[in-house]
């Protein structure tokens, strides 16, 4: 394969790579905004007072019960630090991206293997992948760098129900529809 495709492919891996790191941050970033909202209205007197009020101890007892689980899930999974850990990755591809694309035209072989095997080194340090969301952000990656016309051939469709979970868990990764090719 020539200097310049393998170049062109790594530019390509390196932004779908980000982009997928990117809605990771946004997911674990939007967790603790909401586990931090919850927590705190749970805990406010005004908010309990209302809540007795308009919806009696029960009402009052699911939000706090529901503020804890949220808590504890934060304490099992502690997602500020996969929060930041996502965030390192993306930096680490968006850097590596950079390098690669100041290579120029007419990139040496050396200087292409050297950037191909940053990657893998990236890629191996990197906890499991979302495979249905790796494949959006594929399909993303592709659109951003073709346009609609020159990517109709690149994109997999993904089913809908798939598609509004991918961020947060894989459903039937690897399972291809009958349907048209969907994934």
């Not at 009052?60 to 503020?67: G, I």
């Not at 390192?88 to 292409?112: H, Q």
């Not at 291809?176 to 994934?183: E, K, L, P, T």
Request: hydrophobic share 45%.
């Amino acid at each position: 394969m020539e200097t310049e495709h393998r170049i062109h492919e790594l530019v390509f891996d390196c932004g779908r790579s980000r982009r997928y790191h990117l809605y990771r941050v946004k997911l674990f970033r939007r967790f603790n905004v909401v586990r931090l909202i919850v927590s705190l209205a749970a805990s406010s007197s005004v908010v309990v007072m209302l809540l007795k009020e308009v919806g009696g101890e029960t009402v009052v007892l699911a939000v706090a019960a529901f503020a804890a689980g949220l808590t504890i899930i934060e304490v099992a999974v502690r997602m500020g630090r996969r929060e930041d850990l996502h965030r390192g990755f993306a930096a680490r591809f968006a850097v590596l991206e950079s390098k690669a694309v100041g290579l120029g035209a007419r990139p040496e072989e050396g200087d292409v293997a050297a950037l191909e095997s940053e990657y893998l080194l990236i890629e191996s340090e990197e906890p499991p992948i979302l495979n249905v969301l790796n494949q959006v952000c594929h399909n993303e990656e592709v659109l951003a760098r073709y346009g609609d016309e020159e990517a109709g051939e690149h994109i997999v469709p993904i089913a809908l129900h798939r598609r509004c979970v991918a961020w947060l868990l894989d459903v039937y990764p690897y399972k291809r529809s009958m349907d048209a090719g969907r994934v």
